[in-house]
């Protein structure tokens, strides 16, 4: 599995011209091998700039992005490499279906790896088999298929290129919330079987606080916080004046403190809020 290493790391759309603007501005993190990491900031932060680094869709203003110590865009070879070793799904992906059938579109990305045709077929099963994708549906037009299927046939195309680093920007934008469950199934499942590193960006604050295990904010252009979610959500006074919520279970908690019901624990999921109301109840007996 791969360490990703973004070093001074700047990048400004638009120079030299009267519609400059410096979208990313010089950060610098690290992410280790198998780490699940969310991503979060307002819109215009820098957070979908910032990812579409990462497998060398875009090159740096300035500083640069190392994959186990070598840098992506030091030649073309090693930014094509780049794209292989780190999948990136964009939101609504399911835009970018294209082929004539399901199987021809998951089979794109490891076709184009000049895989042979034992390998290509052995990737499509697998990865339709952990997107939740019926071998039934192969023939059909993915056009033809609902919402949710279509996202899970998206992601089956990237994850059939084996990649050691899965970036997801919005996964379960638009829809509903049984399709929101089953994609963020599919992510979970995905890093427990692979151990593959995973990158969420997110505008969820529930979803990103019981997933992921590093969380890492953007505020114009830079990082402003990173570490647990337990760390960056009990900053949430904070969290508001950039522009973001914390999840619904902390605000409860939050607003319990307020009437003086004492919560001297972390809460931001709702296990966590449960979990603390029930030991409340048990020291009052």
């Known amino acids: 599995m791969a360490e990703i290493k973004v070093s001074e790391l700047t990048h400004t759309y638009s120079a030299d011209t ?29 957070k979908s700039t910032f990812i579409q680094h990462l497998n060398a869709l875009l090159k740096p203003s300035r500083g640069k992005v ?12 090693s930014a094509k490499e780049a794209r292989t070793r780190v999948g990136l ?3 609504y992906p399911e835009y970018q279906l294209f082929e004539e059938t399901v199987y021809k579109d998951i089979a794109f990305g490891p ?39 279509k996202r899970r046939v998206a992601i089956a195309g990237v994850i059939a290129m084996r990649p050691e680093v899965l970036i997801m920007d919005e996964p379960t934008a638009g829809l509903d919330p049984a399709g929101c469950e089953q994609i963020l199934d599919t992510i979970t499942d995905y890093r427990k079987r692979t151990g593959s590193t995973v990158i969420i960006v997110s505008h969820s604050m529930d979803d990103v606080a019981r997933l992921v295990e590093r969380l890492v904010v953007f505020s114009k252009g830079r990082i402003v916080f990173d570490g647990t979610p337990e760390e960056v959500f009990s900053k949430p006074e904070e969290l508001k004046k950039i522009g973001l919520s914390v999840p619904e279970p902390t605000e409860i908690a939050l607003a319990l403190k307020k009437r003086g019901v004492l919560i001297d624990r972390p809460v931001y999921t709702n296990e966590q809020l449960i979990s603390a109301i029930l030991e409340m109840g048990k020291e009052g007996e």
Do not use: C
């Open 89 to 91: 799904v964009f939101q």
């Open 111 to 149: 076709t184009n790896m000049k895989l042979s045709e034992a390998e290509v077929d052995e990737r499509i099963r697998e990865a339709a088999e952990l997107v939740g994708i019926s071998e039934e549906l192969f023939d059909r037009s993915p056009l033809e298929l609902s919402g949710g299927q």
């Open 66 to 77: 190392e994959i186990d110590g070598a840098d992506i865009n030091a030649t073309k070879h």
């Open 18 to 46: 009267p519609f400059e603007k410096t979208a990313i501005d010089n950060i610098s993190i690290t992410v280790p091998r198998g780490q699940f990491v969310g991503v979060i900031g307002h819109t215009g932060s820098g």
